[in-house]
């Protein structure tokens, strides 16, 4: 199972560091994918790391400020969020598709079968 954590309340121009941990599952192995859900929106897809410190993704709109990264010997992925805006407060979840190691892409929804709870991001003045 994966857990996201680091979510919280920060004004815009603030940043934030996400994390995705499985305990007692390596990830080394696989690919991670960001995806956010704002109130009343699909969920839509930020980012995604292939295994091993591979290729990164990003959705168009993010890249620049959004950064993804992999410590495998903490088995953690990253999401460092930078000039945070009203418009990134959701829910951020971290997923993987246990048969891939890489990314295509960031992809959708339904590319992912292992999905983490979700932290809540909100950017507030």
């Known amino acids: 199972q994966l857990v996201e954590s680091g979510g919280g309340l920060v004004q815009p121009g603030g940043s934030l560091r996400l994390s995705c941990t499985a305990p007692?599952?390596?990830?080394?192995?696989?690919?991670i994918a960001w995806f956010r859900q704002a109130p009343g929106k699909e969920r839509e897809g930020v980012s995604c790391i292939s295994a091993m410190e591979g290729s990164r993704y990003y959705a168009d709109s993010l890249k620049g400020r959004f950064i993804v990264s992999r410590d495998n010997a903490k088995n953690t992925i990253y999401l460092q969020m930078n000039s945070l805006k009203p418009e990134d407060t959701a829910v951020y979840y971290c997923?993987?598709?246990?048969?891939?190691?890489?990314?295509?892409?960031?992809?959708?929804?339904?590319?992912?079968?292992?999905w983490g709870q979700g932290t809540q991001v909100t950017v507030s003045s």
């Open positions: 007692g599952f390596i990830l080394d192995y696989y690919q």
């Open positions: 997923a993987t598709d246990l048969n891939r190691s890489n990314c295509h892409g960031v992809g959708t929804v339904s590319w992912y079968d292992h």
